[in-house]
């Protein structure tokens, strides 16, 4: 389904029932770049690729999400951390960090958790040429305190984690590697 299509949305998940756990992941490139740069419609464009689908398949979910399972939300690192050229998207990605705790407030006993990834080896990064890309991953790995870029497992062992623990809710787990205390 499109998750910026709030009919596509509501259709995809009348049919889905019953749902124990729901991640919502939804990313975007739109926005980037430093803040005299940035064009506002590009900034525009990421909340609608990035924020509004969270939360359109949030609220469609919860007619099909058992009450004693869980919503986790992925937004990124740039929520938390001071990255030059990354307003439009730290700003998306904040929004959506924001939802988890007064989500997990208002929807209880459903538990509601986020994992905000740092630079992680997806296809997100395929807009950048290989060798720009490389450089890129090293130059970030070279930064972070572990010594190497994310890989999908360390995002889902974190969500795997907020998925398994019954009593962490309202919590979103920062999974950088350490960059953002690095940069």
Known sequence: ????????????????????????????????????????????????????????????????????????????????????????LAAANAAVAALVPVLAAELRPLRVNGVAPGVIDTPWWDFLPADQRTAVFADYAARTPVGRIGRPEDVADAVAFLIGNGFVNGETIVCDGGIRSAA
Not at 16 to 32: M, N, R, Y
């Open 1 to 88: 389904m499109d998750g910026a299509d709030p009919a596509a949305v509501k259709a995809g998940f009348a049919g889905a029932g019953p749902i124990d756990h729901c991640v919502l992941a939804f990313g975007s490139g739109k926005g980037a770049g430093l803040l005299h740069d940035v064009a506002i419609e590009g900034v525009r464009r990421g909340f609608e690729e990035k924020t509004l689908p969270h939360i359109a398949c949030a609220k469609a979910a919860l007619a099909t999400l058992r009450k004693d399972g869980s919503l986790t939300f992925i937004s990124a690192v740039s929520a938390y951390a001071g990255f030059p050229g990354t307003a439009g």
